[in-house]
């Protein structure tokens, strides 16, 4: 439904383009179109980066056709050094505006710069890119290449990804802040197993093969750790075994468009790096010397069931300067910091505390000794909600920056002078404002209006709270209903399941107009509901963990205490007609949720459900 709600909704999002000085400049869609506006916090100044009539109409003479001010050919924009000009390309072309609207010049469009698949130094001169699975390198100005490694070959190629479903030409690297260096792998897969798809057609079947480590296999992906000196060309080799193919984020070494777990220290000379075990249950902080490829242990936390550093980030960073180590553990049940010693690796002292989680640290002021977070569960109302806080290393001043009730999506300018914060609920629209480190708002930049799409008849889904399956726990939930609900009437009521471990039904709980097939699903007559229950995040890690080792739970006790408590609030959900229905581990949970409870749910909608995990994930 996504392509007939999003477009009844202005004012939101609101994502943020940097610019020099902490101005940055958004896309805004507005009842006409779209409009793009610039931003300076110096000035408190919000307003249209550029004259959309006068551009619109330069460009439609420049162009020979015709565009409207708020219907511009383009999305994405560079603003010149001197602000007077923006660049950008529409219809094959590269197009110069001044922000006056008075001119518009085009050019051919340039080829490809150098940058595509490849990742780019920090000083802007070099890229990295992979080829015949080597790792090379690209000057930027003159298009020179460089190759710096060698012996790459198939299923042991460098900085590759390919492991399992996962495929990406994009080179896994992290360059050193001086742009000297380059932290990355040779990742081995040749011992590993394959798996096979013969794809069914008209004529020859095709037999597709890919690697991929089952559970029980002695042989996974693994990596082996190397930095290479881009200017000397020379690859220095890790003092240590292969790693497995692990993070402490996620099954991947790459979390997020990112190689989780391995940073620089600031002036390049050290590399720090978790290792994480096959099973997650074992995380290793180690720092590597870059010049001789030593590592030295700092710390190692080992669990009985999985090892997070974070949720959607990871929370771990070496401080050098100050030779500390931020740490993220869930250790006494909830996600908190800890300082430790970095020589040592002695825990000098727990910076959080309390039955709440920090979720993600965005910002580490180094020099005030203050850490900024995401964090959840410790102001009343509903756990989910993220929202901002500081805290100084030594745990005091813990502040809340983002006080109002609902769910915050922050983004920091890269000084760390300001943050772009929208907050909204699944039931009300966001507001955003710019706020300085002290949460205090700065200027006021959108209040989403969905005045078109309450005039169709929609209608917002509704919280609710239920018990977990011990009549004690509370789960948090929501309910769709469909348009024209009519409370004398009764209907079936279907349940959108995902079990975790990674997320739950639910997911963000930010406003969206559409979330998915529930909301479609509702227009159909039914109501849909949508359950966090255990076993999934964002909560304590005994709640998180609650049948680990049981993957035949799947939650589902949980979901049908909360469905026979909402039917004995509301008459008008018929219990007799319940259905379920997921997606992949929720497709896993549906078919299951009818073979074990038939005489509950009537109907099971299973879709790519990993039914056998016997034959999925490597963990064990």
């Known amino acids: 439904m996504g392509y007939n709600t999003n477009p009844l909704v202005f004012g939101a999002p609101v994502r943020p383009s940097w610019l020099p000085g902490d101005r940055f400049w958004y896309r805004n869609t507005i009842p006409e179109g779209a409009e793009f506006v610039l931003v300076d916090p110096a000035r408190r100044t919000r307003a249209r980066a550029f004259d959309h009539e006068r551009l619109a109409a330069a460009l439609s003479r420049a162009a020979d056709t015709s565009y409207g001010a708020f219907n511009l050919p383009f999305t994405q924009f560079e603003l010149s050094s001197d602000g007077r000009s923006i660049s950008f390309d529409a219809r094959g072309r590269r197009w110069t505006c001044d922000v006056q609207g008075t001119r518009c010049t085009g050019e051919a469009r340039r080829g490809d710069d150098g940058r595509r698949n490849a990742v780019v130094s920090p000083d802007g001169k070099r890229a990295a890119f992979v080829r015949d699975y080597n790792l090379w390198v690209r000057d930027l100005s003159t298009g020179a290449e460089k190759q710096l490694t060698t012996d790459g070959i198939e299923d042991f190629g460098y900085a590759t990804n390919n492991a399992g479903w996962v495929k990406s030409d994009m080179p896994v690297v992290v360059w050193s802040p001086e742009s000297q260096k380059i932290a990355t792998f040779q990742h081995d897969g040749r011992a590993v197993g394959e798996m096979y798809l013969v794809e069914t057609r008209v004529g020859h079947p095709v037999l597709e093969a890919w690697k991929y480590p089952l559970p029980g296999d002695s042989a996974i992906f693994t990596i082996h750790r190397v930095i290479i000196d881009v200017g000397a060309g020379r690859v220095i080799h890790l003092q240590m075994p292969p790693d497995p193919h692990r993070s402490s984020l996620c099954d991947h070494v790459v979390c997020g468009g990112q190689w989780a777990d391995v940073e620089w220290s600031p002036d390049g000379s050290q590399l720090f790096f978790l290792s994480t075990s096959r099973d997650h249950q074992r995380e290793q902080l180690r720092v590597a010397d870059a ?291 997921g997606h992949s581990g929720g497709g896993f949970s549906s078919a299951d949720a009818i073979l074990r409870y038939p005489e509950f749910f009537k109907v099971a909608v299973s879709q790519a459900g990993n039914h056998d995990n016997r034959n999925y994930e490597d963990d064990w």
């Open 291 to 581: 010049a001789t490829g030593a590592v030295r242990d700092i710390l190692q936390e080992t669990v009985e069931t999985f090892f997070e550093s974070g949720n959607g980030r990871v929370n771990w960073h070496a401080l050098p300067a100050s030779n500390e180590i931020l740490w993220f553990s869930q250790r006494d049940d909830w996600g908190h910091l800890y300082l430790y010693d970095l020589t040592t690796g002695q825990l000098k002292h727990q910076i959080t505390r309390g039955a709440w989680n920090v979720l993600q640290v965005l910002r580490i002021d180094e020099r005030a000794r203050t850490i900024y977070f995401l964090g959840a569960g410790r102001e009343a109302g509903d756990p989910y909600f993220r929202k901002l806080y500081s805290v100084r290393m030594d745990g005091s001043r813990l502040t809340l920056l983002t006080p109002e009730d609902a769910n915050h999506d922050v983004t920091w300018s890269p000084s760390g002078r300001f943050f772009v914060d929208s907050y909204s609920r699944p039931d009300v629209p966001p507001v955003t404002v710019l706020r300085d480190p002290n949460g205090r708002a700065v200027v006021p930049l959108e209040k989403a209006d969905i005045s078109r799409l309450l005039a169709t008849g929609w209608t917002p889904p509704t919280p609710f709270t239920v018990k977990a399956r011990d009549g004690r726990t509370d789960l948090y939930g929501l309910m769709y209903r469909p348009t024209g609900f009519d409370s004398t009437k009764r209907y079936p009521i279907i349940n959108h399941h995902y079990p975790g471990p990674q997320s739950g039904s639910i997911g963000s709980r930010s406003f969206s107009a559409a979330r998915g097939d529930a909301r479609a699903l509702a227009e159909l007559g039914f109501v849909v509901v949508q359950i966090d229950g255990m076993g999934t995040p964002m909560r304590s890690k005994s709640f998180h963990a609650a049948y680990y080792g049981n993957m035949g739970d799947n939650g589902l006790p949980d979901q049908i205490a909360g469905m026979k408590e909402l039917a004995s609030r509301h008459p008008w959900i018929d219990l007799e007609r319940a259905g379920i229905y």
